[in-house]
């Protein structure tokens, strides 16, 4: 796939994008473009990760599992406010899917969880 050097490079460029971004979140132009690429770059950094613990095929399963059970936990709990009270969500993470939850939602739990 990658090889060695192309993963430490993934992994060194979101390592190095995220520590630099932490400096620099209140300098956000409210667009949220920065939280997103944020985001990203942490699930990059996670997705390697399992990538090589699991193997291509179960690191999609996982991930895509994970992201799939993000969505569903928080969109029951934006329309029910169950399990955590009543709550939504701006424009800053994304587009919402379904207009109830953002898609960056997806890929945030599997960083958290992983």
């Known amino acids: 796939m990658l090889g ?5 490079a993934i992994l060194g460029g979101c390592t190095l ?4 971004y932490s400096h620099h979140v209140y300098s956000d132009d409210g667009s ?6 944020t ?4 699930y990059l950094l996670a997705a ?3 990538v090589r613990w699991l193997g291509g095929r179960g690191a999609i399963v996982l991930l895509a599992s994970l992201g799939a059970a993000a969505l569903a936990i928080e969109s029951v709990g934006v329309l029910t ?15 919402k899917v379904f207009g109830i939850v953002p898609w960056t939602v997806a890929l945030v ?6």
């Open 109 to 114: 739990w599997p960083v958290l969880l992983l």
């Open 32 to 37: 949220g473009f920065w939280v997103i690429a």
């Open 81 to 95: 406010g169950f399990p955590y009270g009543a709550f939504s969500y701006g424009d800053g993470l994304g587009a």
């Open 17 to 20: 994008y995220c520590g630099y």
């Open 48 to 50: 390697v990760s399992v």
């Open 4 to 8: 060695k050097l192309g993963t430490r």
């Open 39 to 42: 985001v990203i770059a942490l």
